[in-house]
C-alpha cells in the first residue's frame, strides 16, 4: 500500500465531498432558523450539543476500534478484526442501553424551562422533546460505528460522502414539510433528523460488510479478551472526550442560562463560519490516523515525519483562510443567514479565528499520538483544561458581557496542548527508532 496515494485520494474526495456538505449545510441552516424561528432554533442547538456528548460516552471503543482494527488488518489478521469488530458492536449497544435508562431519569428530573431560560413551550413539551432526541441519537450512536469502520481501512472519505447523503435528504424533507405548512415544531424536526440519520447510517453499514466480505459481524466472534483490551485503550480516550464535552459542548447551556437562547443562535452561526476552517482541516488529517498506526508497525518513520511536516503546510492555507472570514466575518453572515439578524461582536470573531489555528496546529501532532496509544499525557492536559473550562467561561462571560468570553475560555485551556503535543511528538518518534535499533 503507498500511503501518499491512499492519503491523496483521501483528502480530494474528502474535500469534494466535504464542499458539497458545507454547501448544503450552510443552506440547511437559514432554513432551519425559518422552521422554527431564531428563538427556537437556539433552543434545537443547545439540547442537541447535550444529547451529542452520547457519541463520546462510548468507553473510548470507537476510537481503540480504530487503532486495533487498523493493525490487525495490517497484518491480515482477519479472524482477529472480525472479533474485534463483533466486540465493539456488542459493547457499544449493552452501554447504548443503559445511557437511554439514564437519560430517561435525567429527562424526568430536570426543568428544562429553567435550564434553558426558555418558558414559552411548557415543561413536559421540552422533556418529549429531548427524550426523542435522546432516543435517535442513541440508535444512530450505534449504527454509527461505520465511521470508525472506515477510518480503518483508510477510506475517510466515504463519511463525508455519506454525510452528503444525509443531508441532501434532510434538506430535502424539511423543504417539502415547509412547502406543504405542515407542522413545524421542535418534535416533527427531530423526527426528521433522526430517520433519515438512521435509514442513511444503515445502508453505509451494510456497504462496509459488503466490501469487506472477509470480516464478519457474529455473536460467535465476540470476545471478552478483546473487549477488556478496547477497554483498556478505550478507556484513556473515554477520559480524553469527556473532557472535550466540557470544554466544547457546554459553551451552548452557559450562554443560554447566561444571556438567553437568541445569543446561542448567533455564537452558533460565527463559530460554524471558523469550523469550516477545523472542518476542512480534518479532512486533510483524517486519513493520517490509520496511515500512522500501519507506519508504526512497519517502522516506516521517516514517512511519519515527512506527512507531519506536510500538514504543517497545509496549515499555512487554513491560517489565511481564517484571517480572510475574520476580516469579511459581516459580508459573509449576511450573504448567508441574512442582513442584520445575527449580532458579530469583533471579539468573538478574533477569537475564533485564533482557536481555529490553534486547534488545528495541536491535531496535527494529536493523530499521530493517538495512533501510538501514547496518550497519557494529553489525558492529563485534557482534564486539566476541562476542570478550568466552565468557570472561566462563566467569568468571561460576567466580565466581557457577551459570547466572547466563551470562546475565550476554550482559547485559552488549549494553549498547553499548543506547546506541548508537537514536543511528545517528536520525543515519541525518537523512542520508537531507538527501540528499532535495538531490535535490530
Known amino acids: 500500500m503507498n500511503r501518499n496515494i491512499v492519503q491523496n485520494k483521501n483528502i480530494v474526495f474528502g474535500i ?12 440547511i441552516v437559514p432554513i432551519l432558523i425559518l422552521f422554527l424561528g431564531k428563538i427556537e432554533y437556539g433552543v434545537w442547538i443547545t439540547i442537541f450539543s447535550i444529547v451529542n456528548w452520547i457519541f463520546t460516552f462510548d468507553l473510548g471503543i470507537g476510537q481503540g476500534l480504530r487503532n486495533k482494527l487498523t493493525e490487525a488488518l495490517s497484518v491480515n489478521d482477519l ?18 442501553l443503559l445511557i437511554l435508562i439514564l437519560g430517561i431519569f435525567f429527562i424526568y428530573f430536570t426543568n428544562f424551562q429553567e435550564l434553558l431560560n426558555y418558558k414559552a413551550k411548557s415543561n413536559s ?4 422533546f429531548v427524550f426523542l432526541s435522546l432516543f435517535f441519537t442513541i440508535i444512530n450512536f450505534v449504527i454509527s460505528l461505520y465511521k470508525k469502520l472506515f477510518l480503518a481501512v483508510h477510506k475517510s472519505f466515504v463519511i463525508e460522502l455519506v454525510n452528503v447523503f444525509f443531508q441532501t435528504f434532510y434538506l430535502v424533507i424539511t423543504l417539502i414539510w415547509l412547502h406543504y405548512n405542515l407542522e413545524k415544531s421542535l418534535i416533527s424536526l427531530v423526527f426528521i433528523f433522526g430517520v433519515i440519520n438512521f435509514v442513511v447510517s444503515l445502508i453505509a453499514t451494510f456497504v462496509f460488510f459488503k466490501i ?6 457474529s455473536f460467535k466472534k465476540v470476545s471478552l479478551k478483546e473487549g477488556r483490551l478496547l477497554l483498556g485503550l478505550g478507556g484513556k480516550f473515554f477520559i480524553i472526550n469527556c473532557s472535550l464535552i466540557v470544554i466544547l459542548s457546554t459553551d451552548n447551556i452557559i450562554i443560554s442560562n447566561l444571556l438567553g437562547p437568541t445569543f ?12 469550516f476552517l477545523i472542518i476542512l482541516f480534518t479532512i486533510v488529517l483524517s486519513s493520517s490516523w490509520g496511515l500512522y498506526s500501519e507506519a508504526i508497525i512497519k517502522k516506516d518513520y521517516n514517512w511519519i515525519r515527512q506527512n507531519l511536516k506536510k500538514m504543517n503546510f497545509f496549515l499555512i492555507g487554513i491560517l489565511i483562510l481564517g484571517v480572510i472570514f475574520f476580516y469579511f466575518i459581516e459580508e459573509i453572515l449576511n450573504i448567508w443567514i441574512g442582513k442584520d439578524l445575527i449580532e458579530i461582536p469583533k471579539g468573538l470573531a478574533f477569537c475564533n479565528m485564533i482557536y481555529t489555528f490553534i486547534f488545528c496546529f495541536t491535531n496535527i501532532y494529536m493523530f499521530f499520538i493517538n495512533a501510538s496509544n501514547k496518550i497519557n499525557i494529553q489525558m492529563y492536559l485534557y482534564v486539566f483544561a476541562a ?3 466552565i468557570p472561566l467561561s462563566i467569568f468571561f462571560v460576567k466580565l466581557l458581557g457577551s459570547t466572547t468570553g466563551v470562546i475565550l475560555s476554550t482559547l485559552l485551556c488549549f494553549l498547553p496542548l499548543l506547546v506541548i503535543m508537537p514536543i511528545q511528538s517528536h520525543m515519541i518518534i525518537k523512542n520508537l527508532e531507538k527501540e528499532s535499533q535495538k531490535i535490530n
Do not use: M, P, R, W
Open 16 to 27: 469534494t465531498f466535504k464542499g458539497i456538505s458545507v454547501f448544503l449545510n450552510f443552506l
Open 212 to 217: 469487506q466480505e472477509k470480516v464478519l459481524f
Open 264 to 275: 446561542v443562535t448567533d455564537y452558533f452561526t460565527v463559530q460554524k463560519i471558523f469550523q
Open 79 to 96: 479472524e482477529k478484526a472480525s472479533q474485534i469488530i463483533s466486540t465493539s458492536y456488542v459493547f457499544i449497544s449493552l452501554f447504548s
Open 387 to 389: 476542570i478550568i473550562n
Open 125 to 128: 413539551f421540552l422533556q418529549n
